[in-house]
């Protein structure tokens, strides 16, 4: 490297400091005093709204909790705290209380047989999905004044199959329009706020699924990623969230998709609160073909598993890792090389450094129209969004015109991209093959204050390299930082080897404690 690249290197580290100081201190400034979601009025109630899904399940089983008095007191607890968050677009749904009473008729009638328990996994266990997947007779808005009456006909695949597993489903979450963008926030219900830190992004697109979860407003919650957006929020909001491989979920009725769809870097799974319960919630997801090629519930031995890191995306405008950030993957290194008695090895992904130009591509090769579902079946022109919204007139955010105009910008090299996203995915597939796990930065910063990412988003490429590799990816959380804001780190692995990630995650939470609660608790 010449003396003139060191320098401009040092220039742009300087850049990215300053501006980034700059915009803390003004957006801190004009949004106020910090201020954290409140706490769950009784211990009682805090300790029934912490545990896990598969907790909640086991205990309805054994008659130890009754389905209605869980499904109660989340609904009670949203009613509450979404004053605060700004969450939910629909619900809590009456007949939720409904079918946790009648669950509970049939437990106290022994009206469950053995094998009746054990296909039905989440009997009496409440759950949320986010605005842009279709629960039947609901709102699905996906963030458009347009569609603020529309509902959907029938059930997401997904919510089907969860419903299907026992289930209750009891509200509907927040997505920036159409999904596409890392902040949730649209002119219909407005912005949704991180419950660490009210003036804090929640990340997108199921930023409202991440609010909810963190501050103990449901059991779990079924998400969708296409360019991080399971793991922006469960970053942000400090919890876990599974980006599973490529066609492993059907997404029939998630942002209009029919499921038929076979190249594509969409993809559903789960968002929790605890680790355990990825793998019984990806089990009830899974296309019924892959589960005897991803073995989710073989064993996986961790101390036999071979790992690796990578130290930065290397993408220039990103900001620097900050030392925080960078304490986080010191302490997962020597963690895993005390447990394996190996090397961490440190490894650097071929053309990761164009990762934004990839993602880039890959998104006009999706099977959608941007323009025209953003203006619900009329084509909009970019141009004149741009001015009515500068007059104050639009119906859309910012973010979303900005999105807009990027579809008139010139293309992406077609053969460039493809070529570099072979030889990325070719090397890490190689890399790790059938025991391999890749240690990845979330971000090289923690959640920004709202509107942050409009003038900084490149850092969402770290995590949106693994949705155009079409891998599996596991956001962890890992403690909070001087800010009291969540940290994390995201465990990536081969193709159906989703197992591994879900194993390692299992571990991280054992050794460093997973989801922080983020309100004040009472003891």
């Known amino acids: 490297m010449s003396i003139g690249q060191t320098l401009l290197g040092a220039l742009i580290v ?28 009784s211990v009682e109630q805090q300790v029934l709204l912490s545990k896990s899904a598969v907790d909640l399940a086991q205990q309805i089983r054994e008659r130890k ?9 989340y609904c009670e607890r949203i009613s509450i705290v979404n004053r605060e968050l700004n969450a939910v677009v629909d619900g809590p749904f009456r007949e939720a209380l409904q079918q946790a009473q009648q669950i509970d008729i049939n437990m106290a009638a022994n009206a469950y047989s053995e094998q009746q328990l054990q296909e039905l996994p989440f009997l009496g266990v409440p759950f949320t999905t986010k605005d842009s997947t ?12 347009a569609r603020k009456q529309e509902r959907a006909n029938q059930d997401a695949e997904i919510v089907r199959l969860m419903k299907a597993s026992g289930a209750i489903i009891i509200a509907t979450s927040n997505v920036p329009e159409l999904n596409k963008w890392m902040e949730t926030r649209n002119m219909l219900i407005g912005g949704t706020n991180n419950p660490y830190d009210l003036r804090r992004s929640v990340g997108g697109s199921s930023g409202g699924e991440g609010a909810l979860i963190a501050a103990s407003c449901t059991a779990f919650g079924l998400g969708t990623d296409i360019g ?5 929020p469960a970053f942000n909001c400090g919890i876990f969230g599974h980006k599973v491989t490529s066609c492993a979920i059907n997404m029939a009725g998630c942002s209009f998709r029919t499921g038929k769809e076979t190249d594509t870097m969409v993809v559903a799974g789960p968002m929790t609160r605890h680790a355990k319960d990825l793998r019984p919630i990806m089990n009830v997801l899974l296309e019924p073909s892959l589960r005897p090629v991803m073995k989710l519930d073989q064993p996986v031995d961790v101390k036999r598993l071979r790992y690796f890191y990578s130290p930065k995306i290397g993408i220039r405008w990103c900001n620097p890792i900050n030392r925080e950030t960078e304490s986080v993957m010191v302490k997962v290194r020597q963690h895993f090389e005390a447990l394996s008695g190996q090397q961490v090895r440190s490894v650097e992904l071929p053309h990761s450094n164009i990762a934004n130009k990839m993602w880039r591509y890959w998104m006009t090769q999706e099977p959608a129209n941007f323009s025209l579902m953003l203006g619900n079946g009329v084509v909009l022109n970019p141009f004149v969004e741009l001015f009515k919204k500068l007059l104050g007139k639009s119906n859309y955010t910012m973010a979303a015109v900005l999105a807009l ?41 923690t959640a920004p204050f709202h509107y942050y990412p409009l003038f900084k988003f490149l850092d969402f490429h770290y995590f949106s390299l693994f949705n155009v590799l079409r891998l599996p990816v596991t956001q962890v959380p890992m403690g909070l930082d001087s800010n009291g804001m969540p940290l994390g780190i995201q465990v990536i692995a081969n ?29």
Not at 65 to 73: G, P, R
Not at 134 to 145: H, I, P, S
Not at 417 to 434: F, H, N, V
């Open 228 to 232: 991080g957006s399971i793991r922006i």
């Open 134 to 145: 279709a629960v039947a007779g609901k709102l699905q808005t996906m963030g458009l004044v």
């Open 405 to 445: 105009l990027d579809t008139v910008l010139p293309k992406e090299s077609e053969a460039l991209m493809r070529d570099a996203t072979i030889k990325c995915k070719s090397y890490l597939q190689e890399l790790l093959g059938d025991d391999g796990v890749l240690f990845f930065h979330s971000s090289p910063r």
């Open 14 to 41: 300087l850049f990215h400091i300053l501006t980034d100081r700059f915009l803390e201190f003004i957006l801190g400034w004009c949004l106020g005093p910090r201020r954290c979601v409140s706490t769950p009025r």
């Open 65 to 73: 909790l009754k389905s209605y008095d869980i499904v109660k007191a």
């Open 495 to 523: 193709h159906n080897n989703d197992r591994l990630c879900l194993a390692v995650a299992e571990e991280l939470e054992r050794a460093f404690g997973g989801w922080v609660p983020p309100f004040p608790l009472k003891l």
